[in-house]
């Protein structure tokens, strides 16, 4: 499966952003999809997942502010990115891998995104 990220940009702290991964391939619906994201000289981390069942895992740091969907008739997973702020600037990758859960470790994952970066500004 290929995916492509995209619908980052600049916003103001305490904004929205909606992020999308677009996949291709036939079998979408089989996938767990997971949000990174990465700052200049940090490691890429885990935002935000949903599994092929639906089930979400949120990193703390953006439990009640972040939201992730998927739409499997257009093969597309969306995290809704509320009350932004500066420490969320960052690329955001988005990952599928075939397990029934949303590994947080990145080596687990099959395929990635190229990336869409995300800057908050203050």
């Known amino acids: 499966v290929q995916l492509q990220a995209s619908g980052g940009g600049l916003v103001r702290d305490g904004g929205s952003l909606r992020v999308s991964c677009a996949a291709s391939g036939r079998t979408f619906e089989r996938y767990s999809i997971a949000w990174f994201r990465q700052a200049p000289g940090k490691e890429r981390e885990f935002v935000i997942g949903?599994?092929?069942?639906?089930?979400?895992r949120y990193a703390k740091s953006v439990s009640g502010r972040f939201t992730i969907s998927r739409d499997n008739a257009k093969n597309t997973v969306y995290l809704q990115m509320n009350s932004l702020k500066p420490e969320d600037t960052a690329v955001y990758y988005c990952?599928?891998?075939?397990?029934?859960?949303?590994?947080?470790?990145?080596?687990?994952?099959?395929?990635w995104g190229q990336g869409t970066q995300v800057t908050v500004s203050s």
């Open positions: 949903i599994s092929r069942d639906d089930d979400r």
């Open positions: 990952a599928a891998g075939l397990y029934g859960d949303t590994p947080l470790t990145p080596s687990r994952y099959m395929y």
